[in-house]
């Protein structure tokens, strides 16, 4: 069973940088396709970004793409989500999310593994 700790949110100024990470534990994230997901307050639960089993494949919510990159550091056995040029409409709890399927998807149903969330606020 895979544990996922996400780690990195915080207070920012629209225009700077935040990198989440995504810690897993219980078994190696090879095997899994990771995503991360955000929920603003009174929104549903959105796909920001995800990369595939095998690394070959990635893909980015459209409002976020040339500013957001996901990456893997196998070793540490982690995911990041790198943002640039924050805005304030990126305010949201973050998600990291594994999925048994391999493929990267941004739908919600196809990740069973979830983190607790954290928190990030971009605002002057």
């Known amino acids: 069973q895979v544990q996922l700790v996400e780690s990195g949110g915080g207070l920012v100024q629209p225009g700077r940088s935040l990198r989440l990470s995504c810690t897993g534990s219980?078994?190696?994230?090879?095997?899994?396709?990771i995503a991360w997901f955000r929920q603003a307050p009174g929104k549903e639960r959105e796909g920001v970004s995800c990369?595939?089993?095998?690394?070959?494949?990635?893909l980015y919510l459209d409002s976020v793409k040339g500013r957001f990159t996901i990456s893997r550091d196998h070793a540490k056995n982690m995911v990041y989500l790198q943002m640039n040029d924050l805005k304030p409409e990126d305010t949201a709890v973050y998600y990291c999310?594994?999925?048994?399927?391999?493929?990267?998807?941004?739908?919600?149903?196809?990740?069973?593994?979830w983190g607790q969330g954290t928190q990030v606020t971009v605002s002057s």
């Open positions: 999310a594994a999925s048994e399927y391999r493929l990267c998807v941004l739908l919600r149903d196809r990740y069973k593994y």
């Open positions: 990369i595939s089993a095998s690394d070959s494949s990635t």
């Open positions: 219980g078994t190696t994230l090879d095997w899994y396709a």
